[in-house]
């Protein structure tokens, strides 16, 4: 498929999504948000790509929403009740057309990652502003570049809390931190993200695309996909779950482990001191 505003590459068993706008630091436009959908469907659906790897072009991750959208929004008042029935139908049909039977809070035109069964990399390599945060919030992982800058930018352009960000963001940083982030919508750096569990490893600018890049194929070449997909699922659902109902769903898929290929090669490649050849069955 061809996209007109992301770039896709599979190499090494792991698909690039790069979002390529770098003039506008990848401010992020309804085209660029269907062609991620079909970026990310895509690699969800290819055998042979077992891990994903979200990032922008050039200087900036995504800066947010492009100014351009938002002007035209100040000037034409509240968006129309038509115009949200579009998002919600355009992410329903997508939902359909992927196969996906997925919890509601799924189903939204940003949350879906959690329903590709791949672990999705939000390598941040620089600005990570108001919608380009939210979007990185729902990769699985984030790597940020020691030059990456964060804000949520809303409360700065009248707005609120988007997209589940009041959910999501507590949840990685706890309430406090969120609350700072979002009611001054300060910018923070790199360090201050890996402080507050914002980020999870921090890379140097110099080379962070290669070191992404090997964290990324120590996914694809050491891990079972059949276990990251099942371990994916389960945390994401458990956020919605108690703890007795997060241990039976863990008992039912420990069982099933079991029986599967990958089971029985990650014990043989153990005892045979080699490296695996998962099957992702």
């Known amino acids: 498929m061809g996209y007109a505003e992301v770039l896709y590459e599979v190499k090494d068993r792991v698909a690039t999504v790069t979002l390529h706008r770098p003039d506008k630091l990848n401010a992020w436009t309804a085209q660029m948000g269907r ?11 290819d055998e042979g790509v077992r891990v994903i790897v979200l990032t922008g072009a050039g200087r900036g991750f995504c800066a947010g929403a492009d100014m351009g959208l938002l002007a035209g929004l100040s000037g034409a ?7 949200a029935a579009v998002l919600r139908r355009e992410s329903a ?13 799924f189903r939204g035109p940003y949350a879906y990652f959690p329903t590709i069964p ?13 919608l380009g945060l939210v979007v990185a919030l729902y990769c699985d992982l984030r790597l940020a570049s020691d030059a990456a800058i964060f804000t949520t930018s809303f409360a700065r352009r009248g ?25 001054s919508a300060r910018k923070i750096d790199a360090a201050e993200a890996l402080r507050m569990g914002l980020v999870s490893q921090v890379l140097p600018q110099a080379g962070f695309a290669a070191g992404v890049a090997a964290y990324a194929r120590e996914l ?26 997060a241990t039976a769903t863990a008992e039912v898929e420990m069982r099933r482990s079991f029986g599967s290929e990958d089971f029985r090669e990650g014990v043989a490649h153990f005892l045979e001191k080699r490296a695996p050849r998962f099957t992702g069955r």
Not at 118 to 130: D, M, V
Not at 162 to 176: A, N, Q, T, Y
Not at 221 to 238: F, G, I, T, Y
Request: net charge negative; aromatic share 4%.
């Open 118 to 130: 791949k672990p999705i990399i939000g390598a941040l390599n620089g600005a990570t502003a108001g």
């Open 220 to 245: 694809a070449d050491l891990v079972s996909p059949r276990s990251m997909a099942v371990m994916k699922r389960q945390l994401w659902e458990a956020q919605f779950q108690n703890l007795a109902e």
């Open 159 to 183: 707005l609120v809390a988007e997209h589940g960000i009041s959910w999501m963001l507590p949840r990685l940083v706890g309430l406090p931190h969120a609350l700072d982030l979002l009611l």
């Open 93 to 105: 049909e997508a939902d359909a057309a992927a196969g996906h039977d997925t919890r509601p809070d």
């Open 77 to 83: 008042g509240a968006p129309t009740e038509d115009g």
């Open 35 to 45: 062609e991620v959908r079909a970026a990310m469907t895509e690699a969800g659906r």
